[in-house]
C-alpha cells in the first residue's frame, strides 16, 4: 500500500539522514518528505521549524489528498511532530503510525546543562520542555513507537534513555547505538519495519514500579539523567517486591535519586537544581505515606 512517509531530521542536522533512512525503510523516493530546516536555524527556536514542516505537509495534502501518513521524527524533528499533531488534531484519522528516533520527549538533560537557570538561551528552552503529557493524549490515538540507544549509561551519548519514555507508547531501547546513528542503524530500521506490521496501542502497567515512575517524574523541574552513578547510590527505601529508591549527591551538593527494579537495575534517574532541591527532598520523605509498600532502610 503507498503512503507518504515524513522523515524529520533534528537538531544541528540536515535532511540527508532521515532522506537515507527512507530509502532504508523501503519507501519510494516520491514518497518520502524530508523537509531541510537548516542546519544553524535548528540552533534558534523550535516555532519556526514547526511552521516550516507544517507548510510542507500542507503542500503534500494539496498533491496527494488521499495517502496515509507514516512518521518518522529523528531527536528534534520527533518533538516537532509531536506539537504539529497536537495542534491539528484533523490531522489524526491520516497517520498510521509515528515513530520516534531518540526523541527527549521528557526534556533534554543536555539542554538543562546550556541553560541551567532555564533563561531561555537558544534552542535549549525548546528541547529542555517536557512534553510527555502531549505526547500521551497522541499516542493513545496514534500508534506510536518510540526508540532510545544505550551506549551503557542510560543515555545514547546526547538524550537519556529516561526522556525517550511516556506512557501510551511501544518503547524499545537498543544498546550501542549513538544518537545520530539511530537515523540508518540497522537493528533500528528493524524495529520500525516489526513495528509496522503489528501497530498497536499500548496501554501502561498498572504497578508500583510504574506508580514511583509517575511521582517523581512528577517533581517540580526534576530533570532526568543518565544511569552512570547508581552503584553509587544508597539505598533509602526498599519495597517487599524488591524495587529500590535510592539517593547519591555529586560534589556539587546537587542530590540525584535512582530507582532500581526488582532485579537491581536503575529504570529511572533524576536530579533537581539547588533551587528545587527541596521539591526532591519532600517527595522523598513523603514516600512511605504515599506508598505503604516503601519500607526505610537504615
Request: hydrophobic share 40%.
Given at each position: 500500500?503507498?503512503?507518504l512517509?515524513?522523515?524529520?531530521h533534528?537538531?544541528a542536522?540536515?535532511?540527508?539522514?532521515?532522506h537515507?533512512c527512507?530509502?532504508?525503510?523501503?519507501?519510494?523516493?516520491?514518497?518520502?518528505?524530508?523537509?531541510?530546516?537548516?542546519?544553524w536555524?535548528?540552533w534558534?527556536?523550535?516555532e519556526?521549524?514547526?511552521?516550516?514542516?507544517?507548510?510542507?505537509?500542507?503542500?503534500?495534502?494539496?498533491?496527494?489528498?488521499?495517502l496515509?501518513?507514516?512518521?518518522?521524527?529523528?531527536?528534534?524533528?520527533?518533538?516537532?511532530?509531536l506539537?504539529?499533531l497536537?495542534?491539528?488534531p484533523?490531522?489524526?484519522?491520516r497517520?498510521?503510525?509515528?515513530?520516534l528516533?531518540?526523541?527527549?520527549v521528557?526534556?533534554a538533560?543536555?539542554?538543562?546543562?546550556f541553560?541551567?537557570?532555564?533563561?531561555?538561551?537558544?534552542?535549549?528552552?525548546?528541547?529542555?520542555?517536557?512534553?510527555r503529557?502531549?505526547?500521551?493524549v497522541?499516542?493513545q490515538?496514534?500508534?506510536?513507537?518510540?526508540i532510545?540507544?544505550?551506549?551503557?549509561?542510560?543515555?545514547?551519548?546526547?538524550?537519556?534513555?529516561g526522556?525517550?519514555?511516556?506512557?501510551?507508547?511501544?518503547w524499545q531501547?537498543?544498546?550501542n547505538?549513538?544518537?545520530?546513528n539511530?537515523?540508518?542503524?540497522?537493528?533500528?530500521?528493524?524495529?520500525?519495519?516489526?513495528?509496522?506490521?503489528?501497530?498497536?496501542?499500548?496501554?501502561?502497567?498498572?504497578?508500583?514500579?510504574?506508580?514511583?515512575?509517575?511521582?517523581?517524574?512528577?517533581?517540580?523541574?526534576?530533570?532526568?539523567?543518565?544511569?552512570?552513578?547508581?552503584?553509587k547510590a544508597?539505598i533509602?527505601?526498599?519495597?517487599?517486591?524488591?524495587?529500590?529508591v535510592?539517593?547519591?549527591?555529586?560534589?556539587?551538593?546537587?542530590?540525584?535519586?535512582f530507582?532500581?527494579?526488582?532485579?537491581?537495575?536503575?529504570?529511572?534517574?533524576?536530579?533537581?537544581?539547588?533551587l528545587?532541591?527541596?521539591e526532591?527532598?519532600k517527595?522523598?520523605?513523603?514516600?512511605?505515606?504515599?506508598?505503604?509498600?516503601?519500607?526505610?532502610?537504615?
Amino acid at each position: 500500500m503507498s503512503f507518504l512517509l515524513f522523515a524529520q531530521h533534528g537538531w544541528a542536522d540536515n535532511n540527508r539522514g532521515m532522506h537515507y533512512c527512507g530509502k532504508l525503510l523501503g519507501v519510494p523516493a516520491s514518497h518520502i518528505i524530508a523537509p531541510d530546516l537548516g542546519w544553524w536555524q535548528t540552533w534558534w527556536r523550535l516555532e519556526p521549524l514547526v511552521a516550516k514542516v507544517r507548510r510542507a505537509v500542507e503542500q503534500q495534502l494539496k498533491c496527494y489528498p488521499n495517502l496515509p501518513w507514516r512518521i518518522v521524527g529523528h531527536s528534534m524533528g520527533g518533538l516537532i511532530w509531536l506539537e504539529l499533531l497536537y495542534r491539528y488534531p484533523q490531522w489524526h484519522d491520516r497517520v498510521e503510525s509515528l515513530v520516534l528516533l531518540g526523541s527527549p520527549v521528557g526534556g533534554a538533560e543536555l539542554s538543562r546543562m546550556f541553560d541551567p537557570f532555564q533563561l531561555g538561551i537558544g534552542i535549549a528552552k525548546d528541547l529542555s520542555t517536557n512534553r510527555r503529557a502531549i505526547a500521551e493524549v497522541i499516542a493513545q490515538k496514534i500508534p506510536t513507537l518510540s526508540i532510545a540507544g544505550d551506549l551503557g549509561d542510560g543515555s545514547d551519548g546526547i538524550v537519556t534513555i529516561g526522556a525517550t519514555q511516556f506512557k501510551y507508547c511501544q518503547w524499545q531501547c537498543l544498546p550501542n547505538i549513538f544518537h545520530p546513528n539511530l537515523r540508518t542503524d540497522v537493528n533500528v530500521i528493524q524495529a520500525i519495519k516489526s513495528f509496522w506490521q503489528h501497530l498497536q496501542i499500548t496501554p501502561p502497567p498498572h504497578n508500583l514500579q510504574q506508580q514511583l515512575l509517575d511521582y517523581f517524574r512528577a517533581v517540580e523541574s526534576i530533570v532526568e539523567g543518565s544511569y552512570r552513578d547508581f552503584s553509587k547510590a544508597r539505598i533509602v527505601y526498599r519495597s517487599g517486591e524488591g524495587l529500590t529508591v535510592r539517593l547519591w549527591q555529586n560534589p556539587l551538593g546537587i542530590l540525584h535519586v535512582f530507582l532500581g527494579d526488582g532485579e537491581g537495575q536503575c529504570y529511572f534517574a533524576g536530579y533537581t537544581g539547588w533551587l528545587h532541591r527541596g521539591e526532591l527532598e519532600k517527595a522523598i520523605a513523603a514516600l512511605p505515606e504515599r506508598f505503604g509498600d516503601m519500607v526505610a532502610v537504615e
